[in-house]
Structures are given as C-alpha cells and as structure tokens.
C-alpha cells in the first residue's frame, strides 16, 4: 500500500507562520536559532529544541514509520517549540543589519526533519548492535572507534 500526499487519513501539516515578518533584536530562550557555532548550539532554545528531537528520533527512524508520518513528527516538534510561553520562533539573523527574522514554518519542519536525521546511520547502527546484544564493548587496549591518532 502506498502513501500519497494528500492522504486523508495523514494529510500533509499546513504551514501557518509565513517567514519574514518584524525584525526581532533579542531572541528570547524558547527561540530556535537557524546556524552554525556556539552561540547557536549552546542557545537555550536551541538545547531545548535538541532534547526535543532527540526524543522522537527513534521514532522517526524506525523502518516503520511512513514518510507521512515523519513529516508530522517533524511538524509536531516544530508546533511544540511554537506553542511555548512566550511563544518560540524559528529565527535566522540578517548578517548585514544583525537583527533576526522568522524563516516560517515550511522551513522550521525542513529544518526538523534534518535534525531528525542527523547522525542517522550511526543512530542505526547503536540500534542494531543494542538489539543484537552487542553493547560496545571493545577488549581492553581496543577502541571499537578509530582515533585519529
């Protein structure tokens, strides 16, 4: 049986934020923050937002789960941080004028969804080796990962 768009039973989540809107200066702590670096990993919206996403992981990972059904776990977690008080927004800042902006909802489920599947094949392979009784570990002097040494 396969899915389509549209499905009536998992119809596809409607974007409700548009992106683009006011200029935000201070982003509060329910905010997600769209780049790279400290700053934005160590945001306290951000830290939140990864706990989220890590929780529904194996979920969203599972050889069970149908595409429909990942798109909503990404739109769940992405209305989640939205429904917070004070609401979270999903902001990326304007390097020119450094102030941020609202990249709307269609980006923020893009952005889950990637964050849903990073590290995915690792992820898979500690599940396996979990399942099959293989916990890591390694005989004593052996690294199960490579150093870089």
Same mark, same amino acid.
């Given at each position: 049986e396969k899915e389509h768009r /549209?499905? !009536? @039973?998992?119809? $596809?989540? !409607?974007?409700k934020i548009p992106a683009g809107g006011a200029p935000v200066k201070a982003p509060t702590n329910n905010d997600v923050l769209s780049g790279r670096g400290g700053g934005v990993n160590g945001h306290p919206g951000n830290k939140r937002y990864r706990t989220l996403v890590n929780s529904m992981k194996a979920e969203y990972l599972s050889s069970k789960t149908r595409k429909t059904q990942k798109t909503h776990i990404a739109a769940n977690i992405a209305w989640t941080i939205r429904q917070s008080n004070p609401p #979270? !927004?999903? @902001?990326?800042?304007? +390097? $020119?004028? #450094? %102030?941020?902006?609202?990249? /709307?909802?269609k980006a923020a489920f893009r952005k889950t969804g990637q964050a849903l599947r990073e590290?995915?094949?690792?992820? !898979?392979?500690?599940?396996?080796? %979990? @399942? +099959? /009784?293989?916990? #890591?570990? +390694?005989?004593e002097g052996k690294s199960s990962k490579r150093s870089g040494v």
């Amino acid at each position: 049986e396969k899915e389509h768009r /549209g499905n !009536r @039973l998992f119809p $596809s989540p !409607r974007p409700k934020i548009p992106a683009g809107g006011a200029p935000v200066k201070a982003p509060t702590n329910n905010d997600v923050l769209s780049g790279r670096g400290g700053g934005v990993n160590g945001h306290p919206g951000n830290k939140r937002y990864r706990t989220l996403v890590n929780s529904m992981k194996a979920e969203y990972l599972s050889s069970k789960t149908r595409k429909t059904q990942k798109t909503h776990i990404a739109a769940n977690i992405a209305w989640t941080i939205r429904q917070s008080n004070p609401p #979270g !927004r999903f @902001l990326k800042v304007d +390097a $020119s004028t #450094g %102030m941020w902006y609202e990249i /709307g909802d269609k980006a923020a489920f893009r952005k889950t969804g990637q964050a849903l599947r990073e590290n995915s094949s690792e992820f !898979r392979t500690c599940w396996r080796n %979990m @399942l +099959a /009784g293989d916990h #890591g570990d +390694a005989p004593e002097g052996k690294s199960s990962k490579r150093s870089g040494v």
